[in-house]
Antibody
Framework: EVQLQQSGAELVKPGASVKLSCKTS????????MSWLKQMPGQNIEWIGN????????GYNQKFKGKATLTVDKSSSTAYMDLSSLTSEDSAVYFC??????????WGPGTMVTVSS | DTVLTQSPALAVSPGERVTISCRAS??????MHWYQQKPGQQPTLLIY???NLESGVPARFSGSGSGTDFTLTIDPVEADDTATYYC?????????FGGGTKLELK
């Protein structure tokens, strides 16, 4: 059974950084892409970027370049996303989702990030 | 970016047939996919590549379309289908989602 387990909710101060994790099980991590997506309360879903589990190759939505950095640890089948220089506009739920080439077939439960002083 | 436009909300009675539309601002070929999201949960994949039913999804769900106009059909609608439905395209970079259609049951 494919499972994506995301790290817990974060409360961070403006200007700080945060690192979110997505630990996977139930499939061969190195054979798939992992995407990260952002959903602000009651709003649309935005694709941030993806990373290939096999070689760490990345692709980013231009909007999130400089904001998000995606990495993987193949030894633990875990994907990470660093978010930097946080502002209130970064307060959202962040999902990791396994990518099957063009779409997202398994999603994590999401991590809520709140940016507040 | 490719803009995907969906109707904000629909209300139908159980047992009826409902169609949810998604219009793209430019062609996305057949690289259109549909997701269901219930409150407080993550989205789940329903339809991929415009018309392919994801494993485990009831056959009441179906998808059609190509180019710029796509449709998700639920027939018949059941009470458990109350949710927000999103379309997503992966033909143009960056991949984008529609604003979602909130389906309510009367």
């Amino acid at each position: 059974e494919v499972q994506l387990q995301q790290s817990g909710a974060e409360l961070v101060k403006p200007g700080a950084s945060v690192k979110l994790s997505c630990k996977t099980s139930g499939y061969t991590f190195s054979n798939y892409y992992m995407s990260w997506l952002k959903q602000m309360p009651g709003q649309n879903i935005e694709w941030i970027g993806n990373i290939y589990g096999g070689n760490g190759g990345t692709g980013y939505n231009q909007k999130f370049k400089g904001k998000a950095t995606l990495t993987v640890d193949k030894s633990s089948s875990t994907a990470y996303m660093d978010l930097s220089s946080l502002t209130s506009e970064d307060s959202a739920v962040y999902f990791c989702a396994r990518g099957d080439d063009w779409y997202f077939d398994f999603w994590g439960p999401g991590t809520m990030v709140t940016v507040s002083s | 970016d490719t803009v995907l436009t969906q109707s904000p909300a629909l209300a139908v009675s159980p047992g009826e047939r409902v169609t949810i539309s998604c219009r793209a601002s430019e062609s996305v070929s057949t690289l259109m996919h549909w997701y269901q999201q219930k409150p407080g949960q993550q989205p789940t994949l329903l339809i991929y590549l415009a018309s392919n039913l994801e494993s485990g999804v009831p056959a009441r769900f179906s998808g059609s379309g190509s180019g710029t106009d796509f449709t998700l059909t639920i027939d018949p609608v059941e009470a458990d289908d109350t949710a927000t439905y999103y379309c997503q395209q992966s033909w143009n970079d960056p991949w984008t989602f529609g604003g979602g259609t909130k389906l309510e049951l009367k």
